[in-house]
């Protein structure tokens, strides 16, 4: 059986080596496509970092196709059954870095948007790619350049379908329609190091931190919402003492992090820490790192074409979820109404021998063109 377009361009773009925030000429192969069906394609390019702005159509509805072609590191090759750029079929399935996450879902938006200015040529509105080779890495040159830019231009965006791995078990059954918001503090406690023998001589930091450290994480911070889980406070890391049993140590560092909903602020949280740390008389020092703001897209027409989209291509019914991790949708929700993602099952991704089942490439493709033609064509 011949592969498919969407296998061939997937399997093309795996073999890129595009470890973040290298594109390693992933952004020139969609320039290549996209430029004969009437895309104007631009590269703006920011500390090293590779950013593709491509769009066909000047009028409005503008529907935005967003993504990232860097991947994480393949990690121990020795432990990958097959080599991570070498696209290999296995037990069918797709095994490469980035077969989830996410050069499939490239693959398929370009194919897709290929079938519908076929089947379309007179479609409403606007078709734009947004891609990025700085979403797995800092995320500071990627996306976020790419929409301060648009912004300064005033163009506007209506539609954003992000091509993330959402589906938990089989393609389709989850889509996001927003992510939690992220907060990290690293707090520094101060103490009087001393002989362990003599107490009275000291201030130990662990004990001094322990009852606020329980009171935080006992905190109710909020109950959640229609879309939120109850905000998340957690310890990432503690580290205290010089390594020898009979110090007590002169200070505590600990490593904490916000998974935020939309029913909290930043600036609140962050009020509501200091209240609990002062309040236990602590001597201490907080820096706080805001990585994400919360977003969220109430159900409406962007996320029913595609949940309607995949009813209609392989029978499921989609839960609109705000589960996992950041992403780069909390960008574009600052300039675009609708941000919606949507792409393969997330179970393989960042891990040795990531895959996708290759009976859910050309559905995937599907699916997408569905999107368009549901919201697009003429």
Not at 108 to 125: L, N
């Amino acid at each position: 059986m011949k592969p498919s377009r969407t296998l061939l361009l997937t399997e093309e773009l795996i073999a890129l080596d595009s470890i973040t925030p290298h594109d390693k000429g992933c952004q020139q192969r969609l320039i290549e496509l996209l430029a004969p069906l009437g895309f104007t394609c631009e590269t703006i390019e920011s500390n090293g970092v590779t950013n593709l702005w491509a769009r066909k159509g000047s009028e409005s509805p503008v529907f935005v196709f967003a993504g990232h072609t860097d991947v994480v590191p393949a990690g121990p090759l020795d432990q990958w059954h097959s080599a991570p750029f070498a696209p290999t079929h296995r037990d069918g399935k797709l095994y490469g870095r980035g077969a989830s996450d996410m050069k499939t879902s490239i693959a398929a938006m370009v194919v897709a948007c290929e079938e519908f200015i076929a089947a379309h040529p007179g479609h409403r509105g606007s078709i734009a790619f947004l891609i990025t080779s700085d979403e797995e890495g800092p995320a500071t040159d990627g996306t976020v350049v790419v929409c301060e830019r648009l912004e300064e231009r005033g163009e506007t965006l209506d539609y954003c379908l992000v091509g993330e791995p959402t589906s938990a078990h089989v393609l389709g059954d989850m889509l996001k329609n927003g992510r939690r918001g992220s907060l990290s503090g690293h707090l520094v406690i101060k103490g009087v190091q001393g002989h362990i023998a003599y107490p009275q001589l000291a201030r130990n930091p662990i004990h001094q931190a322990a009852p606020a450290l329980a009171e935080l994480a006992a905190e109710v911070w909020d109950e959640g919402n229609e879309y939120y889980l109850p905000t998340s406070w957690q310890i990432s890391n503690i580290q205290a003492g010089t390594g020898a049993t009979n110090v007590i140590p002169g200070h505590m560092t600990i490593d904490f992090n916000f998974r935020f909903s939309t029913a909290s602020t930043a600036d609140g949280l962050e009020a509501r820490v200091h209240a609990i740390l002062d309040r236990h008389q602590l001597d201490y020092d907080l820096r706080w790192t805001l990585s994400g703001q919360p977003f969220l897209t109430p159900k409406g027409s962007l996320s029913d074409a595609i949940c309607d989209a995949i009813h209609d291509e392989l029978g499921v019914q989609a839960e609109l979820s705000t589960t996992g991790g950041t992403s780069d949708g909390r960008f574009i929700a600052r300039i675009c109404p609708q941000v919606i993602e949507f792409g393969p099952p997330n179970a393989s991704i960042h891990k040795i021998d990531e895959h996708i089942e290759l009976r859910y490439i050309d559905p995937l493709k599907n699916i997408y063109r569905r999107t368009l033609e549901r919201l697009l064509a003429a």
